[in-house]
């Protein structure tokens, strides 16, 4: 069965399983001082993405399907982009929280400080109920 075919999309997460490769191989041969959860960072991102687009569009089909409720499969996919960037800043943040001594690579993006992570985890939810907003819409609602 081929990727078309296939009722899951493989590609992202072939992608983040490359660029833990690439970063693995990396830690291992310039012996950079990255923790394991740095290197796993791309894997990481996107299963917390991926939970969180499950758990808000659940969420969402909850309170807008009252049995009349539209799906528009055009849906804008800029909201997604901008969710999984808010969330890899996110995990960045966390990561860097958990490493403390190290410097961060990121400088001020990426200190995570309290005020950064709750700014990346609130800019992730708010894009991905702008993505449901526009995915799915109540007959009683459209405009």
């Given at each position: 069965?081929?990727?078309?075919?296939?009722?899951?999309?493989?590609?992202?997460?072939?992608?983040?399983?490359?660029?833990?490769l690439g970063l693995?191989?990396?830690?291992?041969?310039?012996?950079?001082?990255?923790?394991?959860?740095?290197?796993?960072?791309?894997?990481?991102?996107?299963?917390?993405?991926?939970?969180?687009?499950?758990?808000?569009?659940?969420?969402?089909?909850?309170?807008?399907?009252?049995?009349?409720?539209?799906?528009?499969?055009?849906?804008?996919?800029?909201?997604?982009?901008?969710?999984?960037?808010?969330?890899?800043?996110?995990?960045?943040?966390?990561?860097?929280?958990?490493?403390?001594?190290?410097?961060?690579?990121?400088?001020?993006?990426?200190?995570?400080?309290?005020q950064l992570l709750?700014?990346?985890?609130?800019?992730?939810?708010?894009?991905?109920?702008?993505?449901?907003?526009?995915?799915?819409?109540?007959?009683?609602?459209?405009?």
């Amino acid at each position: 069965m081929t990727d078309e075919q296939s009722p899951l999309q493989w590609r992202g997460f072939r992608l983040a399983g490359l660029l833990c490769l690439g970063l693995a191989i990396v830690k291992l041969t310039l012996e950079r001082q990255w923790s394991w959860w740095r290197v796993l960072l791309p894997f990481w991102t996107m299963v917390g993405h991926n939970a969180l687009y499950i758990a808000v569009g659940f969420v969402w089909l909850h309170f807008v399907d009252d049995g009349e409720a539209t799906v528009n499969k055009e849906a804008p996919d800029r909201y997604q982009v901008a969710a999984l960037l808010c969330f890899f800043l996110f995990v960045d943040n966390l990561v860097g929280r958990l490493e403390r001594g190290q410097p961060p690579a990121w400088q001020w993006l990426g200190s995570g400080q309290w005020q950064l992570l709750l700014l990346f985890a609130s800019l992730t939810l708010f894009c991905q109920l702008l993505y449901w907003s526009e995915a799915i819409r109540s007959d009683s609602y459209s405009p």
